[in-house]
């Protein structure tokens, strides 16, 4: 059974649009981490944002948010006023304490924004 | 810049051969991740070591081979290859393991 999962494997907007990227984990553990990270065109893998699973606070960095709520198990990100530059595949992934801190990552979801 | 050095960046070489990568990690990150991107695919986990020890395996083949050094900096050996072990070949490392992967730019590795 898959750990992490996005069943948006493509999303399109207009430049502008808000677009939300889902993201639904499974765990047994109580102590755990959530991660999104963005691979552009060019390849890299960016680091977005880390959240522990004490920590259900929404957080808002600049046009990016993410939602985290364990009563669904999902961490949610949000994109508000998305821009060319937004295109990208972006991945959840989750790191658990009862295997080792071992990752999972989800299998990323390719966002273009059209402008 | 993630601090994550990765070398070397791209690499042709043909079935049958061998081939070596190298990561090193960022400075005091002592967690070092292996991950193989194919095409179109998602991120697999090959395997992970902390301060030298092996911590985790995942689909690595027993072609693959990987160790990391007293200094920290890992090597991911392919051998036997394969045309479909084409393949962008990531690095990562984190501070302590389970915290935040910082990744490399990865290694392009093209079997002919």
């Known amino acids: 059974a898959q750990k992490v999962t996005q069943a948006q494997t493509e999303i399109s907007v207009v430049e502008k649009e808000d677009v939300t990227l889902d993201c639904v984990y499974e765990?047994?553990?109580?102590?755990?981490?959530l991660f999104w990270y963005k691979q552009p065109p060019s390849g890299e893998l960016v680091f977005l944002i880390r959240?522990?699973?004490?920590?259900?606070q929404n957080e808002i960095s600049g046009r990016y948010s993410w939602n985290f709520q364990k009563s669904t198990s999902s961490f949610n990100f949000t994109i508000t006023a998305s821009q060319v530059v937004d295109s990208a595949v972006y991945f959840c992934a989750l790191s658990e304490t009862n295997t080792g801190n071992q990752f999972y990552f989800g299998t990323g979801t390719s966002l273009t924004v059209i402008p | 810049d993630s601090g994550v050095t990765q070398t070397p960046k791209h690499l042709i070489t043909a079935t049958g051969q061998r081939v070596t990568l190298r990561c090193s990690p960022r400075s005091g990150d002592l967690s070092v991740y292996w991950y193989q991107q194919s095409l179109d695919q998602g991120l697999q986990f090959l395997i992970q070591y902390y301060n030298g020890e092996e911590r985790a395996k995942g689909n690595i083949l027993e072609r693959f081979s990987a160790q990391q050094f007293p200094d920290l900096h890992s090597e991911l050996n392919l051998s036997s290859l394969e045309l479909g072990d084409s393949a962008l070949y990531f690095c990562a490392s984190s501070s302590l393991p389970g915290l935040e992967l910082f990744f490399g730019e990865g290694s392009r590795l093209t079997v002919l």
């Open positions: 959240r522990n699973s004490f920590d259900e």
């Open positions: 765990t047994r553990d109580t102590t755990y981490y």
